[in-house]
């Protein structure tokens, strides 16, 4: 069987959890069946990478536009697969024309639902209800869909009701517990800044509206004044939320010290140390399909606080690997929280409460890492995944 994977991020081109996924997806499904991966950007040179650039008619277009020029090429190229696989919407619409030009299944997984991320209008503008039609078109003929938590297969469901249940397959996602595993040098804290003898906490992702940094940045107020909070947060979706961020953080670090922003990707060697000495990894998403982000801090044996929203809750087992946030979210699609000052204040008492109890946080992280190796494998999702691919052909 030849699959095609269709995604915008793939290696060395990788920012958030869908391009994680793809990349650790199509290393185990390689043992299995044939891959090829059609991605966003130049081309790779690993074999049977291929990368697609902006058609050179739209380069002045708007961003949804692009992404769908360049999902019109992706599945011209897909000629010859037994089935696609697309990741995320920018791809999705890649593989729904891909199953009608060549009459081949269709799977996509969906990390993220746009109707449920209404805040990416202030990103795309008109582009957004095109990004949204994309998605509606591609899930509503899809052969399969694939969600990667329980909590999203009810979003799923509850967004696009004319999606028949039972094409909708739960399969999360996974962790290499190899590449992610404790690093107890010290070199990169000592590169960066940060003090290896002072409890951290620390927040990896993206500046955008779903990672809820804002939220983390009003709570750090009320952290435990011996706390250095270290962030790994840069690609900012709008100049607006990265204008909210730098203001906060500067506000913050008028108040207290320890405050360290890393606004460059680090590579994952540098990411794995940080987690590994983190006290607490904190996760205050507002949607968060699943949160690999998780996996990785949990496999680096760090406790875990984050919010108890999305899939979250099936990863972070709330008292035994970490600490939930409770949140009550408005029913407008936002997930804005009812009370946000009732979260900020809750997600300051479980940071606290775990930095308090050091030994209990270093007993947390360890059945972090124990859960992150018997339950999230790649290569049990990957044999899943074809198992899929077979039901299909």
Known sequence: MRADLLTREYPPDVYGGAGVHVEYLARELRAICDVRVHCFG??????????????????????????????????????????????????????????????????????????????????????????????????????????????????????????????????????????????????????????????????????????????LLRAARSFDPAVQLVLCAGAPDTPEIAAEVETLVGGLREARDGVIWITRMLPRPDVVQLLTHAGVFVCPSIYEPMGIVNLEAMACEAPVVATATGGIPEVVADGETGLLVPIEQTADGTGTPVDPGRFVADLADRVNALIAEPARAAVMGKAGRRRAVDHFSWSRIAHRTHALYDSLS
């Open 42 to 215: 130049d081309d790779r040179p690993e074999p049977g990478v291929a990368g697609y650039g902006v058609p050179g008619g739209l380069t002045a277009a708007n961003p949804a536009l692009q992404v769908l020029g360049v999902d019109l090429e992706m599945a011209a190229a897909a000629e010859g697969a037994d089935l696609v696989h697309s990741h995320t919407w920018y791809a999705n619409l890649a593989g729904h024309v891909a199953k009608l030009l060549h009459g081949i299944p269709h799977v996509m997984t969906t990390h993220s639902l746009e109707p449920l991320r209404p805040w990416k209008a202030e990103q795309l503008g008109g582009g957004y209800a095109v990004s949204s039609w994309a998605e509606r078109t591609a899930i509503e003929a899809a052969d399969a869909v694939v969600a990667v938590s329980e909590g999203m297969r009810r979003d799923v469901l509850d967004c696009y009701p004319n999606v028949d249940p039972d094409r909708v397959t739960v399969l999360h996602n996974g962790i290499d517990t190899a590449e992610y595993a404790p690093d107890h040098g010290t070199d990169v804290l000592t590169r960066l800044g940060v003090d290896a003898a002072r409890p951290s906490v620390v927040f990896v992702g993206r500046i955008t509206r779903q990672k809820g940094l804002p939220y």
